[in-house]
């Protein structure tokens, strides 16, 4: 299938353009690590996917109250408790990931062609900070504060779809999530295009493993910026 009918690409954000497992680690490391011992990486990043996403599927919490009491869950689970304040002080980190080394150039390439979007489980001012970081304007950024739920729920995108006054087959989503993004996108008949970045750490990272099939695959932003022409 070509690209001709496609007027607007949706990004997921953080995953995708921002390295959040690099910036949660950083923070989560100094939290989890007792009398000389650390938690590996691996098992941080796992707990914290199901933490997380037991939260959002639950009655709509903001997402800095997702990232705070996600690592309180994780503390809970490791038996090394965590304060609300530390869980506050670590949702505030996400401010300071950064993005991946080829999504600035990327998305650059695509905004001369296409018009941009974002749809995040994110709160709009955390949004408002990274947001300066990604290097381009987006025509369209669809939270989950704005629609009180997080992906997967179909409402996240159907609301993108509403707001862009294009119908489904005219925009393409690019994620890494199989789980937050391919299979509902799937669902509603959105074409879509994994970004399989796979995890530094072993196992599936920070997001909750999903089975999905996608339109299209690839590793990196720079390969679909070469893919959609």
């Not at 949004?127 to 179909?154: C, H, I, M, N, W």
Request: glycine share 8%; charged share 20%; hydrophobic share 40%.
């Amino acid at each position: 299938m070509g690209f001709d009918s496609v007027r607007l690409i949706t990004f997921d954000c953080y995953g995708t353009l921002i390295d959040w497992e690099s910036g949660m680690l950083a923070a989560m490391r100094p939290m989890f690590s007792r009398d000389g011992h650390a938690v590996p990486n691996a098992q941080l990043l796992k707990h914290y996917g199901e933490a997380e996403a037991e939260l959002e599927a639950g009655p709509y919490l903001p997402y800095r109250g997702v990232l705070s009491r996600s690592v309180q869950e994780m503390g809970r689970r490791l038996g090394i408790p965590l304060s609300a304040r530390q869980g506050a002080a670590f949702a505030e980190t996400l401010v300071r990931w950064e993005p991946f080394p080829d999504t600035v150039a990327a998305l650059k390439t695509r905004a001369q062609n296409f018009r941009m979007g974002i749809i995040s489980n994110v709160d709009d001012e955390l949004f408002a900070q990274t947001r300066k970081k990604l290097g381009v304007e987006f025509d369209l950024v669809v939270t989950a504060e704005q629609v009180r739920s997080y992906k997967p729920a179909l409402g996240n995108f159907e609301e993108a779809l509403r707001r862009s006054s294009l119908n489904k087959n005219q925009m393409l989503h690019a994620a890494q999530s199989l789980y937050h993004d391919i299979a509902p996108t799937n669902a509603l008949g959105i074409r879509n295009v994994w970004i399989d970045r796979a995890s530094a750490q072993p196992g599936s990272g920070a997001a909750k493993p999903g089975v999905a099939q996608p339109t299209y695959r690839v590793r990196t932003l720079a390969e679909l910026a070469a893919l959609v022409v």
